[in-house]
């Protein structure tokens, strides 16, 4: 059969080569864009097309790329028995029998949103009872916490008060594999359809656990609806070279890809646990008063992890959170294999970068660096209740720099959006609210100074996330020859201000030339 031709008619065409969008037309043939251009030379494509689509004034522009996600995260809070109803330990401990009985192949029984109330000896004694030699585990709702019995304790190796993602990952082992979690692929895939996303940057831990093979069967069978690109995060032991080399081979098509490793350095400013340059303030919280870090990471570690990804032809993608950790890590960098204009050879990147010195972004800049931030971070507090903290851990003159988009761009630095996905849902939306307005929830804005423009977010969202899994020959901006990867919105984003903007939605997403998402 013939390619299926469909066009998108918009006044609010964003390309994402330039700053400002155009009325104009999409023209797609089969998966990829036959044609970009103004309205008044559409009409041979207008003529021979299959279907057409006029938009009116929503923005049509190319799909999402979301450079940090763990579906093991998101995935985790939508398995288990529901506990929500739960009134006693007696009930919980029901709810796990019921789930595991019903799945006599799973190693453990497990649960999802235990109320708060009912944690503490009481109900782990319960488990301990009821499940003897099983391991349970019940978390709270947000898996922010649990109850575990001995037998969890003893097999998973993590506890209530450290169930987070790096500590989990022997749990990961046994959940990855059940039918319902590789059937939930489909919905976490319809899911960021549905904010615009086509491409990813997904957090595998070590080697997925074997969840690697229910990509390539998806891939295979054509039941993708978003460009993978997987990256290892070691946790259970070191950086494995054999296996990345291994998955690099395996997986080259247009959707499955494997680029590199990522890894955490420091953690928040806000509770006194990022590395610092200077000291944290007399007032600081956790014992940082007086020091620069108060957990220090493992720099010799990742020091010989990199050189050795960087020789093989890997990137690497490091978390750093204070301005102390940006700046090792920028160091770090600068050792290592350039191209001939001086550019890092490998793509590798800093993410989150909550503060940071803007002279480091100017070395980082020099080198092409890539920074992948947080952009809806901000949603997530009101003002005082998030800068209150800073200003007790850093002062006000450091603040100054923390979330400082504008510096990144201005010294060259090419800018992605990620979510850390589950901690935020991609929302476009809430992008433009927190990166281009500075505001909080409740609407107070900090740093101005430090905030992009509306075009330079969207080229992130898309461009810079293409860069950033080194595919932007493939998909990131609306050029001829690209994948058709198409998000529009519902709106014309230009004409929002950023203080209206948490509201808009996605009308419309195409990934490889079909529609995945309608509104």
Not at 331 to 354: C, F, M, P, Q, V
Not at 403 to 423: F, H, I, K, Y
Not at 465 to 485: I, N, S, V
């Amino acid at each position: 059969m013939p390619d299926r031709s469909l066009v998108l008619l918009s006044s609010s065409v964003f390309t994402g080569l330039s700053d400002k969008p155009f009325c104009g037309y999409v023209a797609i043939s089969g998966n990829r864009i036959e044609s970009v251009g103004p309205a008044d030379e559409a009409a041979d494509y207008l003529a021979a097309a299959d279907e057409v689509r006029d938009l009116g004034t929503k923005t049509v522009m190319a799909g999402l790329v979301d450079v940090h996600t763990f579906f093991t995260g998101w995935v985790l809070r939508r398995i288990g028995a529901d506990l929500s109803s739960s009134a006693s330990a007696e009930d919980v401990a029901a709810a796990l029998s019921r789930w595991k009985k019903s799945r006599p192949h799973a190693p453990m029984a497990l649960g999802m949103n235990l109320p708060d109330a009912l944690l503490g000896d009481g109900l782990d004694a319960v488990l301990d009872d009821r499940f003897s030699s099983t391991p349970a585990v019940a978390f709270t709702m947000g898996a922010e916490t649990c109850a575990i019995n001995a037998a969890a304790s003893e097999r998973y190796g993590f506890t209530p008060k450290a169930c987070y993602a790096e500590m989990i990952w022997r749990l990961m082992r046994d959940y990855l594999p059940l039918q319902e979690v590789r059937d939930a692929y489909g919905d976490y895939m319809a899911m960021l359809n549905s904010r615009g996303v086509t491409a990813i940057k997904e957090m595998c831990f070590d080697d997925y656990y074997g969840f690697a093979d229910e990509m390539a069967r998806r891939e295979q069978e054509g039941e993708l609806t978003l460009r993978v690109d997987m990256m290892s995060q070691p946790v259970g032991s070191g950086a494995d070279l054999a296996y990345a080399r291994s998955a690099r081979e395996r997986f080259q098509g247009d959707f499955v890809r494997f680029s590199g490793f990522n890894r955490m350095t420091d953690r928040g400013v806000w509770c006194g646990l990022a590395e610092m340059v200077e000291p944290y303030e007399a007032g600081a919280d956790a014992g940082a008063a007086g020091k620069t870090v108060v957990e220090e990471p493992e720099w010799d570690l990742i020091s010989s992890e990199l050189t050795a990804i960087d020789a093989a032809g890997f990137r690497y993608s490091l978390h750093c959170q204070g301005d102390g950790a940006v700046r090792k890590v920028v160091d770090l960098y600068e050792r290592l294999s350039r191209d001939g204009e001086g550019k890092l050879a490998r793509r590798h990147s800093i993410t989150d970068l909550e503060n940071s010195d803007p002279v480091d972004l100017e070395r980082f800049g020099a080198m092409g660096g890539i920074c992948e931030v947080y952009p809806q971070i901000l949603t997530l507090d009101a003002r005082e209740d998030c800068l209150s903290m800073m200003r007790r851990q850093i002062g006000e003159a450091r603040l100054a720099h923390s979330w400082n988009r504008r510096g990144m761009v201005d010294a060259g630095c090419t800018l992605c959006c990620g979510t850390d996905l589950p901690l935020l849902i991609p929302n476009l939306g809430d992008s433009i609210y927190g990166a281009c307005g500075g505001y909080f929830a409740d609407g107070l804005d900090v740093n101005p100074q430090n905030t992009v423009s509306v075009a330079e977010l969207l080229r992130a969202w898309t461009f810079g996330g293409a860069y950033d899994l080194a595919r932007e020959d493939d998909f990131g901006t609306l050029e001829a020859g690209k994948f058709a990867d198409i998000c529009v919105l519902d709106r014309d984003v230009f004409a929002v201000d950023p203080k209206d903007a948490r509201d808009i939605q996605v009308a419309l997403t195409v990934i490889d030339g079909r529609i995945v998402y309608e509104a």
